[in-house]
């Protein structure tokens, strides 16, 4: 197929041409033609063919360039030679405007350019034995109509059937003509999916996928997984044209017979996709679409597709993703970096996935004018690439701390850098060191941040989501949890649906409203709140991420829940040598800050936690801006004086001195 892009020169030309030198041109070519004209006098003139002008043009040349193009399309659609002869008769008046004024004057009617059956018995019955075997050459089961290579014209009630103009299909055309003239919007939507070009790994599935593939069968065969288009396209070695089932209508016949023609003229296999969202109420007639069909191969997310399928029973070919080990040859082929080992950990991607995240982190380096992506391009890259769906029903928080803001004692900063080396290094000791086999639920990660409001446990996880390079985002729990039975379940398996392949931190603040301890059961209410329970420990107990839960009553979760847990990490009230460090942080450096403040003073007299410390900051602050002078230790004093009151604690004169 020719380029679409212009050589310099022509757009040099074309830049030339105005509306004056297309008047010219349009001149030209009228003389042209008026001297061509038989009867250039008659009134009636392009109303109809006349006798001399139908022999002048069927005494031009042939265009051999034509035959060509025919005999092309004719190769990839498997045509016969008189089915071959047809399809040219049919591309005519398509590729040739002088081919739809004979056509017309054969049909005796100006307003009848298309071919017709009976018109092609006429001409070809003579080769073919008889005009029969032209006329079955358009049955509704024959090669060309199969196909959708060819259609009748709709809506042409009055024409006897034999006579009604025929048509190619539009993306046919287009190849004929060497151009994409054809409208995409009435087409089949297909995706075009390329063998992948570094090794996908997975040998063993890919020699079981073609075995699968090897078998006569009519049974469709399900592709599952991330990576099914990819690992499909390197099993046939051969481009993949994606069909999306939701574009299915009522005459879905049609519909997958021309997403095949299509599939072929773009030298593609073709399969299926778009099940996986598949309405309920458009499930049979894909079902029998599907059943209609000669091996039908569909690819989708996760095998639980099937159920859409209903009673239909197809083969099933999982395909699994990418090990570490795979992961981190697919990121050191994709960057030709040796410092990948952290990124292939982290993040669990699949392979279209990481040649995304290599191709967004090498933009990043190219943009500082780097010729090698940096850690964190790679992680950024890592996180642009994973799946975005989350964030429809879920909030990101800005991970935005470092280790050196997260004020907590010796233990619990243990704790903390435990789970920062889980995440970072799990593949490495669970796949490579062989613990995987130990392990019977998901490698995911399951964390508690219990304490007081204010305790640090939100900066916490957001200080974790920025150490390791991976998103955040928080469960708004006002849409998750409803008082209708069944409707928390569904909220929270599309939360979790959605995160499935974002690599995100999930975070759900205030748990023990979703955790609560189950209770005996009494009525209907009490049974299926501790479904709920139950059912909400099984999704996250399946998420291949980490879930970090933070709540203030430690003692209203449910033990059953605790006992799963991987991590539990108690935020306590922070003593006075952790409060004077807290207030240190709390006052920037850039701030104006007076001379006469004492951040031990702070500490020792006021039992405040770290986000109040905080508030009492930025109160201070806003005072000392109102009046035009320094931080000082009245105006801390004062937003102190304003915390206590807000908490409803007891003040004293004695602590807040001149205040």
């Known amino acids: 197929m020719p380029s679409r892009a ?102 005796d009617d100006v307003t009848r350019k298309l071919a017709s059956a009976r018109l092609a018995a006429l001409l070809l019955g003579d080769d073919a034995g008889g005009a ?67 090794d996908p790994g997975r040998a063993d599935t890919l020699a079981h996928l073609r075995a699968k593939l090897a078998v006569d069968t009519q049974l469709a065969l399900l592709v599952a997984g991330p990576d099914a288009a990819q690992m499909l396209a390197a099993a046939l070695d051969a481009p993949v044209a994606l069909a999306d089932l939701s574009g299915a209508d009522a005459a879905a016949g049609r519909f997958a017979a021309r997403a095949s023609l299509h599939a072929r003229l773009d030298g593609a296999a073709l399969a299926f996709e778009g099940l996986d969202e598949l309405p309920a109420e458009r499930q049979p007639a894909v079902a029998a679409l599907l059943t209609s ?34 992961r981190r040859a697919l990121w050191r082929a994709s960057t030709g970096s040796d410092d990948v080992d952290e990124v292939a950990a982290k993040f669990r991607l699949s392979t279209h996935a990481i040649e995304r995240a290599a191709q967004l982190a090498a933009v990043a380096a190219a943009t500082r004018g780097e010729s090698r992506p940096a850690r964190g391009d790679l ?66 990660l399951k ?30 729990l006002a849409g ?42 009494r009525d209907s209410h009490d049974r299926y709140a501790n479904i709920e329970v139950a059912y909400l420990l099984q999704k996250m107990e399946a998420y291949p991420g980490a879930v970090v839960l933070a709540t203030n009553f430690r003692k209203n979760m449910d033990d059953a829940f605790l006992r799963r847990l991987d991590f539990l990490v108690d935020f306590p009230f922070p003593e006075v040598d952790d409060r004077e460090r807290i207030w240190r942080r709390q006052l920037p450096a850039g701030a104006p800050l007076g001379d006469d403040i004492d951040p031990k003073a702070l500490a020792q007299r006021f039992k405040l936690s770290g986000g109040s410390i905080r508030n009492c900051s930025l109160a201070a602050a806003f005072l000392a801006a109102d009046e035009g002078c320094a931080i000082e230790m009245r105006h801390l004093l004062r937003a102190v004086a304003v915390e206590y009151a807000k908490l409803g604690r007891l003040t004293l004169d004695a602590d807040f001195g001149a205040s």
């Open 132 to 198: 029969g075997a032209v006329l079955a050459r358009f049955d509704a089961d024959a090669p060309l109509r199969l196909s959708a290579a060819i259609r009748f014209v709709e809506g042409d009630d009055v024409t006897a059937l034999a006579d009604r103009g025929v048509k190619l299909d539009e993306r046919l055309v287009a190849m004929l003509l060497g151009t994409r003239l054809d409208d995409p919007d009435g087409a089949p939507r297909l995706r075009r999916v390329t063998p992948p070009q570094i």
């Open 6 to 107: 212009s050589s310099p020169a022509a757009e040099s030309r074309l830049v030339r041409i105005g509306f004056s030198v297309i008047q010219q041109r349009v001149r030209a070519a009228v003389q042209r033609v008026a001297a061509t004209d038989p009867a250039p006098t008659d009134p009636f003139r392009g109303l109809y063919v006349s006798d001399e002008l139908a022999l002048d043009l069927a005494a031009a040349e042939a265009r051999e360039d034509l035959d060509a193009r025919v005999a092309a399309a004719a190769d990839v659609l498997g045509l016969d030679a008189l089915d071959s002869a047809v399809l040219a008769l049919c591309a005519a008046p398509e590729l040739d405007a002088r081919y739809g004024r004979l056509i017309a004057y054969l049909h």
């Open 379 to 444: 992680d950024a890259g890592a996180r642009q690439a994973s799946g975005s769906d989350i964030g429809r029903l879920a909030s990101r928080l800005e991970p935005a701390f470092a280790w050196d803001d997260v004020v907590l004692p010796a233990r619990q900063r243990e704790l903390l850098a435990s789970i920062s080396a889980y995440l970072r290094h799990r593949d490495l000791v669970l796949s490579e060191w062989g613990y995987e086999r130990l392990l019977s639920g998901s490698q995911g």
């Open 480 to 521: 998750i949890v409803s008082k209708y039975i069944g409707e928390t379940e569904k909220n929270l398996d599309r939360v979790f649906a959605a995160a499935a392949d974002s690599n995100a931190i999930l975070f759900f603040d205030e748990a023990d409203a979703l955790f609560g301890k189950r209770t005996e059961v």
């Open 447 to 476: 964390v508690l941040f219990a304490g007081e409001s204010g305790t640090g446990k939100t900066m916490a996880a957001r200080m974790l989501a920025n150490e390791l390079g991976l998103d955040i985002y928080r469960i708004d």
């Open 293 to 326: 069909l000669q091996r039908p191969i569909v690819c989708v997310r996760s095998r639980d597709a099937v159920a859409a399928l209903g009673e239909i029973s197809p083969a099933v070919v999982e395909i699994p993703p990418p090990s570490f080990a795979e």
